[in-house]
């Protein structure tokens, strides 16, 4: 019995007496979950380089000087003379279009008539404008007979030459632009670069009133008023004179 109690002193309490239910002591600390690991942290992202904005006249710009396409040299320098996409420089647009009628484009060729008669972008060059006007016009570009047969009539860009000047304001009539055919009648009735047509600028005149050129419809009224190329008839002369004066033309009033 002695042996028991020896053995009871050297072993737990449990061990002895296994119907007593063994708790923790007192001050024992609860257990605790072992913490997760952090995750690592990610990788900064680098921040994308804001995009240079696109220049719209690049792609232009690069098919007229290194393409050499003509026709994107006058697109370019309409953008330069009408300030598209840009700012508006209208020596670079006689610039351009300068390079455009080299390369053969003959709206390039029109257009830098028009800037080179006026000083737009640069001095006149009115020489020049009278040669690019009449080059144009044998192609029958719109405006270009008209503005050759002026300068030709008036002396603009060299010596005034009617011949030239009756020869383009029928190429302009035969396109379509009535003041051509009303300023070709004038010259028709008086003689002006070539013999006297009362009768041709008869039907002119008629041509270009019918076509709503007021000049026309007072050139016609004048000529049945002098029966010029044709009968004689106030009734008729006062028809038309009325048409030109409701139409703007203020000397056809008087």
């Known amino acids: 019995m002695r042996t028991l109690v020896l053995l009871c002193s050297f072993a737990t309490l449990s061990a002895c007496n296994k119907d007593t239910p063994t708790t923790p002591p007192q001050d024992a600390a609860p257990a605790t979950v072992a913490p997760e690991p952090e995750p690592a942290p990610a990788e900064a992202e680098t921040p994308e380089e804001p995009e240079e904005p696109v220049d719209p006249r690049a792609n232009h710009i690069r098919a007229c000087e290194e393409e050499k396409k003509a026709e994107v040299c006058t697109?370019?320098?309409?953008?330069?003379?009408?300030?598209?996409?840009?700012?508006?420089?209208?020596?670079?647009?006689?610039?351009?279009?300068?390079?455009?009628?080299?390369?053969?484009?003959?709206?390039g060729c029109y257009n830098l008539a028009v800037l080179l008669k006026s000083e737009r972008g640069g001095a006149p060059e009115a020489d020049k404008a009278r040669t690019l006007f009449a080059k144009t016009c044998e192609s029958k570009l719109e405006g270009a007979c008209l503005n050759a047969a002026i300068m030709f009539e008036q002396g603009q860009g060299g010596e005034t030459d009617g011949a030239k000047a009756r020869e383009h304001y029928g190429a302009a009539c035969d396109a379509g632009e009535m003041p051509g055919c009303s300023n070709l009648a004038r010259m028709m009735i008086l003689g002006e670069g070539g013999k006297k047509d009362p009768k041709g600028a008869r039907e002119k005149y008629q041509q270009a009133c019918d076509g709503g050129e007021m000049g026309g419809c007072y050139g016609l009224a004048l000529a049945w008023e002098k029966g010029l190329g044709g009968k004689k008839s106030k009734k008729q002369a006062a028809a038309f004179r009325k048409q030109a004066c409701e139409g703007g033309m203020d000397s056809a009033c008087k």
């Open 75 to 107: 697109a370019l320098a309409v953008m330069w003379e009408q300030g598209r996409e840009g700012p508006k420089d209208e020596a670079k647009a006689r610039g351009y279009y300068d390079v455009a009628c080299e390369g053969g484009h003959e709206l």
